[in-house]
């Protein structure tokens, strides 16, 4: 029986040039975690996460290298390295036991990529509708919205760089459309 | 394209949102109980006025939310959105009122 | 006569920079800064195009994107672009362009026999004439209309350019960069707003460009202009665009700009996109469109040397072009006086200036005639002569009563002519503003009633340079007021109205000649004139709205700019009604045409719609496989071999799952996690069925409804937990189905602790199918015990597959026994190829969707979408054993109670079988129950009169059975069983019988085989 564990295939392989030096590129792969509870258990969250999640509405938290991202009142996406989702689930599992909430394993429904550089904003908005203006779009920032055809998390990390999510199998078509939309920087 | 003050994100351009129907039709407690007439109602009456609507908007490709709004359809214009559980607000009849 | 007209100094042209470019194939030199239509003029060319329908000689009329006439192909092979505006198109060196319209040359034209036959085409002409024989429209008429018809050749092969599109948000977007806009930039910038400011000329200063002697704040016009647009361009808050049209107004303050961004160069960098759309959402919008000069409708007036006045006037000033050596100049506006002046300053002769105004008197009067210019009051102009360019006109003194008297001709080359001016308000109506008619004006000015959009300089009727950069700033200042919010004191009051406005004329000047026998042009691209507006008020038209549309006037792609107000009073006049009782045409966007290039955007090729493949499609590829779409996915349909049809390729797959071992990607199958201690509770209420006795392990078929009673959607669901399952959807149904639970557990039970998570994306999910798929599997497998006593028939499992996590389900869609793999989706290909390896001893044979289809049917199972429709309740299909009847409720409960509901005879689920096993029935045909006596089955008209009772909604060629089946929708079908039915198709009657919808093993034992 073959050993497939490290049998990874990024949907963007042949499609992505590693090593591009353009505005956007991909990100490594992350663990991915929806959480989703009521408002009064996200405190716990915080003491076995690391990360106190935002209440305010659209704002990330993020402590070392992991981060929260409101994404609606009762949900966030949990960020963190490769491989720890299995460890964040039963950590949560004991801080929150016996409240209810629910937690999902969703570390390859995404890809990320990174939007970086003086441009970045100009080449989100061929495709984003959102005025990513700093004051209308501070640092800190994240909001599921559109990217042309297909829907995204944005969060910017910082003030000239964006951290986009977008689904596995539209990433090929992100991809494209930002390369597309690059020729018009 | 409209734009749509989501109760929870602001607003936003209609792209992320799609539209939910009439609001305030509570599903019937225990549907059982109505007759077919009134379940019929329930179903598919609808009041469609020309003026101020209360209708569900869902900021789908946001934070998710189903909310309601009282909209214009003579004009498009807000006149409120509110969460889900929420009052209708009143408005202020100039606002309201349908333009001839 | 080359170059010719133009001056030896002055102008915003670059002499350094001379410009080659052809014209019909003729060579003509120009300069940097001129547009087509200047350089022609400088070169002496007036005659650039025939019209639309009379095929009469035409030349240049406007200056700017109001151009009605001056419509001109630039460009050959893939870069040809027809009906463009010469005023509008930037000289580069090598520009090559074509006149549009005629046959076979612009100089002799064919079709100009319809100006000699015109008393034959009135308005109206087509709907009158080719309305009998009935059926020779189709073959005759309308073909050959068709080929008469239009303008300018449409290129025909793909565009090779690309598009840009840009969203872009701000506090004020300010359009149009004449002195207003500028003058409102400047204010808004200086209150702190964000601002964009756009024009659609290459260079901001719109009418500025055409100042010489004026001056703003003390400084003359063109220095005030570059220092404006060197302010404009250092502020970091402003971002201004020129070559950009605002082109449309849409709800809530967002307005469509296009930016032409390659076309004014001879050899643009490769790959730049060629225009860029922009979408701008703009807290506020000051409106600084200026205004559109109006022609005056005079028989003949338009042969090529017939122009505005005012386009004359910046032609010589900003092109340093004459556009004649001796000018009549018409007038009904005192507009027209400034230009006899400016040009007879550049020694063009002005033979006279002939003012329709009984009394030619006030200042611009008296600085003609200080000038020494001849003034003639009281004077119309009663037709022109010249055969390519006009020679002579007839003018002749006339009274209010519109008597006119003994006639003379006066020689020249070109004639001005100004009958006042239109406020550009498209953008102000089309936003739902509201219009008030100025009778001093005799314009409709924007009144009020457009939410953050407000008007400055000329498009609300201002005039004088002072009053309008005054309004500019008023604008700008109240903008930025009201769109930053805060404190901005002192904020300056709009520019009022003046008292002594001058409105021009809106009626045909008068003439002594029968009406009927003359052409006096109101729209000069459609070829309409006065006469025809008239005739379309004695045809009993009353509305502009139909007027418009029965003579056509104002419906060319210039939407009527110059002309839409002279048919308004022409057919006011002839209704004897005042103008804003017969009201105004609707303005629509765009205000110059868009190419769709901008519209499409990067949506082509394959960017058209977003392509989604799961994680084995570029193996399938490998392999040859075909794909088909199923929404946005690509699917593998089926893997044909070597020289293999599709009907040879599904049977050998469907051949391999039924004998050994297939495999199949159902990855894009929808996949909801339902989370929390009440997730079994919403599932009850949400699905037919019951939850609340499936164990941990165990899956279900479920079956959802809407409200309505009709299925919804449909698929397998595994519980993981006592709080957790896995649910899928169909492909299609997935975003739907999630919307429809989340819309319940919001607004209608809300207090319900569970949660769902959309996972389609997160698991790549391999099918393995067949006898021996238990044998493949156990090789991959170390942590599942695959038994069918420890896993049976419809559980689910989590354990590794080669060391990867999985979700295993042991389901089946094909009847047999079979394994579901879910594995995160990355991983998803090692896995598929691992298991491709493990059963390769057992030919394991990778099987598409028409395999799947086929093997599915012959089992009877249906596929939502395909076999029902929005009506199809679950009894229809047969599947009254999946409702849970003990639960009270659930959504779409109480429907299925309707009498409609439970009519006997609704149509339900049965299979066909043709008599004829080798017939494969069309999906979508209809089913009758019998034939009327007198027909013979074959007979192709057996049908007629018959009612349907029914229709096939799957068909397939079935390998196992060796002949075709079929299920269908048959009204009272359960009763059926046994009966013939027909099925009328184009090439005779099919007969079938009715049977059950399960074909193979209808006692399931091949599950588990």
């Not at chain 3, 969203?167 to 207003?180: E, Q, R, S, T, W």
């Not at chain 3, 005739?535 to 139909?546: D, M, P, Q, Y």
């Not at chain 3, 004897?576 to 082509?604: H, I, N, Q």
């Not at chain 3, 399938?620 to 390729?649: C, I, N």
Request: hydrophobic share 40%; aromatic share 8%.
């Amino acid at each position: 029986m073959p050993d497939l564990t490290q049998a990874r295939q990024s949907v963007l392989e042949g499609i992505e040039a590693s090593g591009r030096a353009g505005t956007f590129s991909l990100l490594p792969p992350l663990s991915r975690l929806n959480y989703r509870g009521r408002i009064s258990t996200v405190g716990r969250v915080a003491a076995a996460f690391g990360v106190e999640p935002a209440m305010e509405p659209c704002r990330a938290a993020i402590f070392g290298d992991r981060a929260a991202l409101w994404l609606g009142p009762d949900e966030w996406l949990l960020l963190a390295k490769e491989g720890e989702a299995r460890s964040i689930i039963d950590r949560l599992a004991i801080a929150l036991a016996p409240l209810s909430y629910s937690l999902v394993d969703v570390s390859h429904r995404q890809v990320a990529l990174k939007i970086a550089g003086p441009q970045a904003e100009l080449l989100l908005n061929a495709g984003c509708p959102l005025d990513l203006d700093r004051q209308a779009f501070p640092v800190g920032m994240c909001t599921r919205t559109l990217l042309q055809k297909t829907e995204i998390v944005l969060w910017r990390v910082a003030e000239t760089e964006f951290h986009i999510e977008v689904a596995r199998s539209f990433a090929p078509y992100a991809w494209r459309f930002l390369e597309q939309a690059e020729r018009d920087l | 394209m409209l734009l749509i003050d989501c109760p929870f994100c602001g607003k936003r351009p209609e792209l992320e949102f799609r539209y939910g129907g009439e609001a305030h039709l509570a599903r019937p407690a225990d549907p059982a109980d109505l007759g077919d007439k009134a379940w019929g109602q329930f179903l598919y009456g609808r009041s469609n006025p020309r003026g101020v609507h209360a209708e569900r908007w869902r900021h789908v490709h946001g934070c998710g939310r189903f909310f309601n709004a009282l909209r214009d359809t003579t004009n498009d214009r807000f006149a409120a959105t509110y969460k889900i559980g929420e009052e209708r607000p009143a408005i202020p009849e100039a606002e309201g009122a349908a333009s001839a | 006569m080359s170059a010719s007209c133009r001056l030896n100094a002055g102008g915003r042209i670059d002499r350094s920079r001379p410009l080659r470019f052809t014209f019909d194939r003729k060579v003509y030199e120009g300069f940097a800064g001129d547009t087509l239509a200047s350089a022609l003029l400088a070169n002496g060319v007036h005659l650039v195009g025939r019209s639309f329908k009379y095929h009469r000689p035409r030349g240049i009329v406007a200056a700017g994107s109001d151009e009605p006439n001056a419509l001109i192909a630039v460009g050959s092979d893939v870069r040809f672009t027809p009906n463009l505006r010469a005023t509008q198109v930037e000289l580069y060196d090598g520009l090559v362009a074509q006149s549009q319209n005629h046959w076979p040359s612009l100089g002799f034209d064919f079709g100009a026999v319809n100006d000699v036959f015109s008393p034959l085409f009135p308005a109206g002409f087509y709907y009158k004439t080719f309305m009998w024989p009935k059926s020779a429209w189709k073959r005759l008429y309308e073909p050959k209309i068709r080929a008469m018809a239009g303008l300018g050749r449409a290129p025909t092969l793909p565009d090779p350019d690309n598009y840009a599109q840009r969203h872009a948000h701000c506090d004020a977007l300010i359009i149009g960069a004449g002195p207003a806009g500028i003058a409102a930039a400047l204010a808004a910038e200086a209150h702190g707003a964000r601002v964009i400011l756009c024009d659609e000329q290459a260079e901001l200063g719109g009418s500025l460009l055409a100042e010489r002697k004026a001056t703003i704040d003390a400084k003359s016009a063109p220095s005030w202009l570059a220092d404006a647009v060197a302010k404009l361009s250092r502020s970091a808050k402003v971002r201004w665009l020129s070559r950009t049209t605002a082109f449309g107004s849409f709800p809530h303050n967002m307005i469509g700009l296009v930016e032409r961004l390659t076309d004014h160069l001879a050899a643009p960098a490769e790959g730049r996109p060629r225009e860029r759309l922009w979408q701008v959402r703009a807290k506020e919008v000051v409106l600084a469109t200026g205004a559109l000069e109006r022609p005056l409708v005079f028989p003949d007036n338009d042969r090529p040397g017939i122009m505005l006045a005012d386009a004359a006037r910046q032609y010589l000033l900003r092109y340093a072009v004459k556009p004649g050596s001796r000018a009549v100049v018409a007038a009904a506006h005192d507009e027209a006086y400034r230009a006899a002046i400016e040009l007879a300053a550049e020694s063009v002769e002005i033979v006279a200036i002939v003012d329709i105004r009984e009394d030619a008197s006030g200042p611009w009067a008296d600085r003609a005639r200080a000038a020494g210019l001849p003034v003639l009051s009281a004077t119309t102009i009663c037709g022109t002569r010249g055969r390519h360019r006009v020679s002579s006109v007839e003018i002749a003194p006339c009274r209010p009563d519109g008597k006119v008297g003994a006639r003379s001709r006066l020689d020249c080359d070109v004639v001005l002519m100004c009958g006042g001016f239109t406020p550009t308000i498209h953008l102000f109506s089309q936003a739902r503003g509201k219009l008030r008619f100025s009778e001093k004006l005799n314009a409709f000015l924007p009144d009020g009633g457009a939410e953050g959009i407000r008007c400055a300089g000329a498009c609300r009727g201002i005039s004088g340079l002072d009053a309008v950069v005054a309004d500019g700033v008023a604008a700008g200042e109240a903008a930025a007021r009201d769109a930053v919010g805060g404190r901005i004191e002192a904020v300056h009051a709009p520019v009022p109205l003046s008292e002594d406005e001058d409105g021009g004329r809106l009626e045909p000047l008068p003439h002594h000649r029968s009406p009927h026998r003359v052409k006096a042009f109101v729209d000069f691209q459609n070829d309409v004139t006065a006469k025809d507006v008239k005739l379309a008020v004695r045809e009993g038209f009353r509305s502009i709205e139909h007027i418009k549309r029965y003579t056509t006037t104002g419906m060319a792609t210039d939407q009527g700019k110059t002309s839409n107000m002279n048919a308004l009073g022409i057919a006011a006049s002839a209704l004897d009604k005042p103008v804003p009782a017969v009201g105004l045409t609707t303005f629509r966007m765009p205000y110059t045409p868009v190419t769709f290039g901008a519209f499409a955007g990067s949506a082509r090729g394959n960017l058209f719609d977003p392509v989604r493949v799961t994680a084995t499609h570029d193996w399938a590829s490998a392999k040859g496989a075909v794909f088909e779409d199923v929404g946005q996915w690509k699917r593998a349909r089926y893997f044909p071999l070597k020289g293999e049809d599709m009907h040879g390729a599904v049977a050998r797959e469907c051949q391999a799952v039924r004998q050994s071992v297939g495999i199949f990607d159902g990855s894009t199958l929808g996949k909801i996690e339902i989370v929390g201690p009440d997730a079994a509770e919403f599932m009850n209420r949400i699905y037919v069925n019951p939850w609340n006795k499936l164990e941990p392990g165990r899956c279900r078929y479920g079956v959802m409804l809407r409200e309505d009673g009709s299925i919804l959607d449909d698929g397998v669901v595994g519980r993981l937990a006592s709080d957790r399952f896995h649910v899928t959807t169909t492909t299609g149904g997935a975003a739907q189905v999630l919307n429809h639970m989340e819309d319940f557990l919001q607004t209608e039970w809300s207090g319900l602790d569970c949660w769902l998570t959309s996972a389609t994306e997160q698991w790549a999910v391999i099918a393995v199918q067949g006898p021996d798929s238990r044998k493949v599997l156990e090789r991959l497998v170390d942590d599942i015990d695959l038994s069918s006593a420890a896993m049976p028939h419809m559980s689910v499992r989590e354990g590794h597959i080669c060391g990867v996590p999985t979700r295993l389900f042991r389901v089946s869609f094909t009847g047999e026994l079979g394994f579901e793999i879910n594995v995160p989706a990355d991983f998803g290909r090692a896995i598929w190829e691992a298991v491709f390896d493990a059963g390769f001893s057992r030919a394991i044979t990778p099987y598409g969707t028409e395999a799947m289809h086929v093997m599915r049917a012959e089992k009877g199972y249906i596929i939502v979408g395909q076999d029902t429709d929005g009506t199809v309740t679950p009894d229809d299909v047969g599947l009254s054993w999946a409702i849970g009847k003990a639960k009270m409720d659930f959504v779409g409960k109480r429907s299925l109670t309707r009498p409609a509901m439970t009519d006997p005879d609704r149509k339900q689920l049965v299979g066909l079988l043709p008599e004829d096993p080798e017939l494969v029935l069309e999906e979508g045909a209809q089913i009758i129950a019998e034939l009327p006596a007198d027909a013979k089955p074959k007979s192709k008209d057996a049908p007629i009169g018959q009612k349907m009772i029914g229709h096939v909604t799957s068909s397939y060629f079935s390998a196992a059975l060796d002949r075709g089946i079929a299920l269908a929708m048959v009204a009272g079908g359960r009763r059926r069983m046994g009966e013939t039915l027909f099925v009328p198709m184009p090439q005779g009657v099919i007969k079938v019988v009715v049977t059950n919808p399960v074909f193979l093993d209808p006692e399931g034992k091949r599950l588990d085989a």
